[in-house]
T-cell receptor, first 110, second 114 residues
Framework: RKEVEQDPGPFNVPEGATVAFNCTYS??????FFWYRQDCRKEPKLLMS???SGNEDGRFTAQLNRASQYISLLIRDSKLSDSATYLC???????????FGTGTRLTVIP | SAVISQKPSRDICQRGTSLTIQCQVD?????MFWYRQQPGQSLTLIAT?????????ESGFVIDKFPISRPNLTFSTLTVSNMSPEDSSIYLC???????????FGPGTRLTVT
């Protein structure tokens, strides 16, 4: 079983729409959680960390559900510039090894 | 966040040869990491490189195939040895970020082995 699983999409949404991605992880001892964004032919860039209490950064909201072992990312008022692949990332206790999901591709349509 | 550069940005190599990829950071960092991203796949950690010690390799990766150097706190190299077409991939270095377990990535090296 993969450490991290994501729906690969693609998600095609109109500008202004709200879109949500989910991600599940297999190791209940996982320590830290992140969403990264990867544009085509570019390196992954940290979008936001995911805290147990949930966190919000502008139009982006991340939530963690430890009991069900899933992480979500909500994007409100989608912009064309949000088009990218969103990577769910998990680390295990005491380790620096990041486990990446295969990513969910989002295309925002004018 | 740190500014990270990699050289070369891309290369096309013949099977059986070796390629050394360089990673340079604009600030001193304790830990540097090397990842591989094969076409259509997620990133996979190859090894962790700390200055002054041997790199720690993940399962499925060995030093003879992917030797790593870490001569100082701002620089590391990854060599892909005796290449085969299966080594065609993007290789990325990363460094630890300011938050717990955060990492920042270099632009990657796109390798094609023919």
């Amino acid at each position: 079983r993969k450490e991290v699983e994501q729906d690969p999409g693609p998600f095609n949404v109109p500008e202004g729409a709200t879109v949500a991605f989910n991600c599940t992880y297999s190791n209940s001892a996982s320590q830290s959680f992140f969403w990264y964004r990867q544009d085509c032919r570019k390196e992954p860039k940290l979008l936001m960390s995911v805290y147990s209490s949930g966190n919000e950064d502008g139009r982006f909201t991340a939530q963690l559900n430890r009991a069900s072992q899933y992480i979500s990312l909500l994007i409100r008022d989608s912009k064309l510039s949000d088009s990218a692949t969103y990577l769910c990332v998990v680390t295990n206790t005491g380790a620096n090894n990041l486990f990446f999901g295969t990513g969910t591709r989002l295309t925002v349509i004018p | 966040s740190a500014v990270i550069s990699q050289k070369p940005s891309r290369d096309i190599c013949q099977r059986g040869t070796s390629l050394t990829i360089q990673c340079q950071v604009d600030s001193q960092v304790t830990m540097m990491f090397w990842y591989r991203q094969q076409p259509g796949q997620s990133l996979t950690l190859i090894a962790t490189a700390n200055q002054g010690s041997e790199a720690t390799y993940e399962s499925g990766f060995v030093i003879d195939k992917f030797p790593i150097s870490r001569p100082n706190l701002t620089f590391s190299t990854l060599t892909v040895s005796n290449m085969s077409p299966e080594d065609s991939s993007i290789y990325l270095c990363s460094v630890e970020g300011t938050g717990a377990y955060e990492q920042y990535f270099g632009p990657g090296t796109r390798l094609t082995v023919t």
